[in-house]
């Protein structure tokens, strides 16, 4: 028999004791059938199941058994460790759910080499195109692929191109926005960082196509490791021919530049990123004209987010259509998102548009922490929105989202339990709305404030029923008359969260009481007398002294000391502590 | 370095990468430095040498699984490839002698995240 390594996990979460005593029982097992050199037994921290019982997986033949019981340790050995037969109803066929094509090389190659990407397959795209391929090929593969903007508005990558292709400028330039500022959102981040020649490689065919030699990189100075690497990759392909004059052979030339964006969040919405190269101050103007028209320094301009340029060489490579294999009937190919919030692996995943909530949170986030309940999720960050745990189910996609009332954004994707507030979550997205105004449209600098009163005004009790009519309406008219993305999408996560949670708020304005007992104001602490063992515990923790009694008499809560902060409650071992 | 034809690129077969070596790969994209991958870095780099253990210790970028950084991907010969989470010096040091000189995986720091 060849040398077999066996993995041991227990998939529970409630049970993490268990794993020990399969451990004793496999030992056991194969020392009573002499298997303990050629066996190597091994408790891993995750499986990729979850709540599916005792699981192992044996290698190298990949097979998973979940679900197992004691009386199966010796049959697994016997017969798949043994003979490698399989057992049927132990098996679990685990099929990865994501599908990394923007991400592949992430983790892979090293970021630092440009050697490691050629040995990876890289800049083959770029051979391709500039030996076999006009512009006019490179767009219709775009188009076939179906490709749309990663941003966020999910605008046709064609189209853009196709617009900019077409007008008849002896100068254009070409964009990468890697201004990521949605909060809890890094996929741009990681995939600068990890892979940064398949961005470069991507804006080098936006140039060959659209008939430009100039390119930007937009980066925020916030992110000062993904500049390091994006400029080292600048100069390793100057350096190899593959950026500069006559690249390749092939007569084309191009080169790049990085720009560094100095921390304004609306530096994201293309005019103003574009107002921000130029060296004017980063406010918006109207559109039209678009950038594809007059763009920088008034001449045609495409700009891309960082994801789309790095889904480019994959898909020359592979073919518009074998792109277009991947996703829904309108948005193709995978999506990455930054799965962050309450759960429990929180990380970026790659998953094929079409994909369902459900799925991404519990078989690749593997649930919720602590096993709570999932209330909702919040999308597209803070131009997202809530879509409530009743639509777990719907596939991913632009259009699905945006019926919702959220959108697809540029990929944050933030898990809210019950201990969450969408009084308190609105109001904080909000605010960073109102913060990164740029001040420049008087619907967003004074609707954003006016929104924010109110939900401060509901959140410290002293909300009325009008309240909510006046959200919507101040909404409404932010969302019609904003110059600019920013102010136009500021007041979807209020929209949304009175659609969906419209009784929570209610709550709030009419109970004065906040479920989740996050808006403080509307928290009380009080400490059960029945339940308390006056171990004294409370008031050590008590930040603020606000905890008054002895060991003999029992302890009390002064109202007028206490800061709500909620220590004494998560000490308290015998759920003493009431919060209401 | 040399200036690149169109044939040094069409002539790489992506299969071959890395086939049959053995290495070492720390996660170092911010997520990973922000949990201690460049302390990770340093400890492989230095205790390999220390112990005369010979394999290639690279950088690379985020793998993903941000909330079990520093992520440390180990491939030696005669056994899977493996996924390390959460990283520490310690856990760097019996990387090194246990899975590579050794060939034993260690308990309770493989993650199989998709």
Not at chain 1, 63 to 92: A, F, P, R
Request: net charge positive.
């Amino acid at each position: 028999m060849e040398k077999k390594i066996i993995y041991l996990r227990d998939t529970d979460s409630a049970q993490q004791e268990r794993i020990n005593d399969f451990f004793t029982l496999f030992s056991n097992e194969l020392r009573d059938a002499n298997l303990v050199d050629l066996v190597q037994l091994v408790k891993i921290a995750d499986i990729g199941l979850y709540e599916k019982g005792v699981a192992v997986k044996i290698l190298p033949e990949n097979i998973v058994y979940s679900g197992i019981k004691n009386t199966d340790v010796k049959k697994i050995i016997e017969e798949t460790v043994k003979n490698n037969k399989i057992i049927k109803e132990l098996l679990y066929e685990k099929k990865s759910k994501q599908v990394r094509a923007v991400l592949k090389n992430c983790g892979y190659i090293d970021p630092e080499s440009m050697e490691d990407y050629i040995a990876a397959g890289g800049y083959k795209a770029l051979v391709k195109v500039l030996t076999e391929m006009k512009p006019e090929n490179v767009v219709d593969e775009l188009k076939k692929s179906g490709l749309r903007g990663r941003g966020g508005a999910g605008y046709p990558t064609w189209m853009k191109w196709n617009f900019a292709r077409g007008m008849n400028s002896p100068e254009k330039y070409v964009i990468c926005n890697g201004d990521e500022g949605d909060p809890g959102a890094y996929m741009d981040r990681s995939v600068l960082e990890g892979d940064p020649h398949s961005v470069l490689e991507g804006m080098i065919i936006a140039g060959y196509t659209i008939g430009s030699s100039k390119g930007f990189f937009y980066i925020r100075a916030e992110y000062p490791l993904a500049v390091e690497r994006v400029q080292k990759a600048i100069d390793q392909a100057i350096a190899a021919g593959l950026l500069g004059n006559n690249i390749l052979g092939s007569g084309f030339n191009f080169e790049l530049e990085i720009r560094l964006g100095a921390g304004a969040f609306v530096c994201g919405e293309e005019t103003a990123l574009i107002a921000s190269i130029e060296g004017k101050r980063g406010t918006p103007h109207p559109r039209p004209p678009y950038p594809s028209v007059k763009g920088l320094w008034e001449k045609p301009t495409i700009i891309n987010n960082v994801e789309t340029l790095a889904n480019i060489p994959a898909l020359i490579v592979g073919g518009g259509a074998k792109f277009a294999s991947i996703g829904t009937e309108k948005s193709k190919g995978t999506k990455v998102f930054a799965l962050t919030g309450k759960v429990k692996n929180s990380g970026l995943v790659e998953v094929p548009m079409g994909i369902t909530l459900r799925e991404i949170i519990f078989d690749i986030g593997g649930g919720i922490l602590n096993n709570r309940a999932i209330k909702a999720i919040q999308t597209g960050g803070p131009s997202g929105g809530v879509i409530p745990q009743e639509f777990l189910d719907t596939p991913v996609d632009y259009e699905n989202l945006g019926k919702l009332g959220s959108i697809m954004g540029s990929g944050g994707m933030i898990a809210i339990d019950e201990t969450d507030c969408l009084v308190d979550l609105a109001k904080f997205y909000l605010k960073f709305c109102v913060d990164e105004s740029c001040g420049k449209c008087a619907p967003c600098r004074l609707g954003g404030y006016q929104l924010l009163r109110i939900l401060e005004k509901i959140s410290e009790g002293n909300g009325e029923l009008e309240d909510l009519n006046r959200l919507k309406k101040i909404s409404y008219a932010m969302q019609k008359a904003s110059l600019c993305g920013l102010g136009q999408s500021a007041s979807n996560p209020v929209f949304s969260t009175i659609r969906y949670f419209e009784e929570e708020y209610k709550q709030h304005i009419v109970n004065k009481k906040c479920p989740a007992g996050k808006c403080k104001a509307l928290v009380y602490f009080k400490i059960l007398p029945q339940k308390c063992k006056k171990c004294g515990l409370c008031m050590k923790n008590c930040p603020s002294n606000a905890i008054l009694g002895s060991r003999e008499a029992g302890y009390v809560i002064d109202p007028q000391k206490c800061i709500k902060c909620g220590a004494c409650f998560d000490v308290c071992k015998f759920k003493a502590v009431m919060k209401e | 370095m040399k200036k690149l034809t169109k044939e040094d690129i069409l002539s790489v077969d992506p299969a071959k990468k890395d086939l049959g070596k053995s290495w070492i790969k720390v996660g170092m994209s911010t997520c990973g430095v922000a949990a201690g991958a460049d302390e990770v870095y340093a400890t492989l780099i230095d205790e390999a040498k220390k112990r005369n253990i010979e394999i290639d210790i690279r950088k690379c970028g985020c793998q993903g699984a941000c909330s079990v950084e520093p992520l440390v991907e180990v491939n030696v010969e005669g056994l899977p490839k493996v996924l390390y989470g959460r990283v520490t010096k310690d856990v760097a040091i019996t990387i090194l002698e246990r899975h590579v000189r050794n060939k034993k995986l260690l308990n309770d720091y493989i993650f199989e995240i998709n």
